[in-house]
């Protein structure tokens, strides 16, 4: 990146922080500087995506996230408004609205998602790598909590084939659950090699202590 690109990538860095710093729900200034600095480890093996573009996308991107905004418009037209502001043209703005707009795993359940560019395949997997593993399991469960989630129930069988709805209405999940729903799936959902390799370690994490929850559950030694 040029001067200029660095000056506007702080710009945008310090707008997606003010927007966190209030965050309860996982998605806070901790959650965008992890997957900030997860797709610069993937962009350094990928040096042909655009540096500007992945890396503004990887700051902004739960900016008006629907889960955790309550006027998704307002907050979209703040930020194109901002991202004008300082000087970005309305391509970046669109490269960028158009990575954000396509990267959630609720937007692929009902193939409502459009295909991604390379920049937004970085910060999907980016992001994907922070729902998963140790860090991943922590999220989880503070998550549940902050929406009064059950954290476990034996009566309650995961849920498969959910559209759009069904997944966001969590009265019908559970924060283990939401393991088997989501989590463990996305390992074979990420875009790049090296996304891949760590998603594999981070998988076995999971996995092993899903293990762990349920021997303890049932009073195994």
């Known amino acids: 990146m040029n001067a200029n690109e660095q000056q506007q990538l702080e710009q945008i860095k310090d707008y997606a922080l003010g927007q966190a710093t209030d965050d309860e729900t996982g998605h806070g200034v901790d959650h965008i500087m992890r997957v900030v600095r997860m797709a610069k480890t993937i962009l350094r093996r990928i040096p042909q995506a655009n540096e500007l573009i992945t890396l503004a996308a990887a700051y902004l991107h739960d900016t008006y996230d629907e889960k955790l905004v309550t006027d998704v418009p307002a907050a979209k037209q703040a930020l194109r408004d901002t991202l004008t502001t300082i000087g970005l043209t309305a391509d970046q703005v669109s490269q960028i609205f ?43 469960i503070y998550y549940g909590g902050r929406f009064g989630e059950k954290v476990y129930d034996p009566s309650i069988a995961p849920r498969t084939d ?38 594999a370690h981070r998988q076995e994490v999971m996995v092993d202590f899903l293990g762990e929850y349920q021997a303890e559950w049932h009073g195994e030694e």
């Open 98 to 140: 158009a990575i954000i707009d396509n990267m959630s795993y609720s937007k692929s359940l009902e193939g409502a998602a459009q295909p991604l560019t390379l920049e937004g395949q970085v910060v999907q997997d980016a992001d994907r790598l922070d729902a998963i593993g140790a860090i991943g399991i922590t999220r989880a």
């Open 162 to 199: 959910m559209n759009h709805d069904e997944y966001r209405n969590l009265d019908h999940e559970t924060i283990i659950n939401h393991f088997y729903e989501k989590l463990l799936k996305l390992k074979d959902l990420m875009n790049t090699d090296v996304a891949v390799s760590i998603a």
